[in-house]
């Protein structure tokens, strides 16, 4: 159990397109959902923090305007990067927290690469 | 505060050997310590968490140990395999923070046949 999907696995776009990126619990039920970004060879870097129904909470730095999450049911939370500019590309990981008695367990989906032409 | 320091940068091992990555926090609020597993071009998996409740948890041939007292922690790898060659990552959660996870710097190993 505590699989989260994300679709698509890789996209390269133009610059100036806007991309949309699919985070899926396959099995479970997350009210909470977390978006990462992650650099070669660095550590994962929180975006944002999407609860179903209401809006995301972004962590400081991140532009809220270019990356648009919303979290529409209890098992599915998008990410669009908006006019996407070679700087943008990068590793994308969503995860959704499943709550199993005191623990707030996080599982992350498999990434998105994103390229930017 | 928020911060957790994870060492080394880099471990090699050999097969057979023990690998130990350690971590340590500031926030004492932190109550929740999962490690991550990372293959290249994949997402993190959760591979064993501990509460400081205990101060040591087993799962096959992973064990975390906890140090609260020091507010440290780290993980050890016991009969490394070449197969357990990936980045590792500790983490650190507060129950009242909406499970927002800080994550240590990484630690890549290699285990060497």
């Known amino acids: 159990g505590a699989v989260v999907s994300q679709h698509p696995s890789r996209v390269i776009c133009k610059s100036g397109t806007s991309v949309k990126i699919e985070c899926r619990s396959l099995d479970f039920q997350a009210t909470t959902m977390f978006w990462y970004r992650q650099f070669p060879k660095k550590s994962l870097m929180l975006m944002a923090t999407?609860?179903?129904?209401?809006?995301?909470?972004?962590e400081q730095g991140v532009e809220k305007d270019k990356f648009l999450i919303n979290h529409a049911s209890l098992t599915l939370s998008t990410l669009t990067v908006t006019s996407a500019h070679p700087e943008d590309s990068s590793f994308y990981i969503c995860?959704?927290?499943?709550?199993?008695?005191?623990?707030?367990?996080?599982?992350f989906g498999p990434g998105t690469r994103l390229t930017v032409l | 505060q928020q911060q957790v320091k994870q060492s080394p940068q880099s471990l090699i091992v050999q097969k057979g050997g023990i690998s130990i990555i350690n971590c340590a926090y500031e926030n004492t609020a932190f109550d929740y310590f999962p490690w991550y597993q990372q293959f290249p071009g994949k997402g993190p998996a959760l591979l064993i968490a501990i509460r400081p409740d205990v101060s040591e948890k087993k799962e096959g041939r992973f064990t975390i140990s906890f140090n609260k007292s020091a507010k440290q922690f780290s993980l050890h790898i016991m009969d490394s395999q070449p197969g357990d060659s990936a980045t590792y990552f500790c983490a650190a959660t507060a129950s009242s923070n909406t499970g927002k996870l800080i994550f240590g710097q990484g630690t890549t190993l290699q285990v060497k046949p």
């Open positions: 995860s959704a927290s499943r709550s199993s008695g005191r623990d707030n367990e996080q599982f």
């Open positions: 999407s609860n179903e129904g209401s809006k995301a909470t972004y």
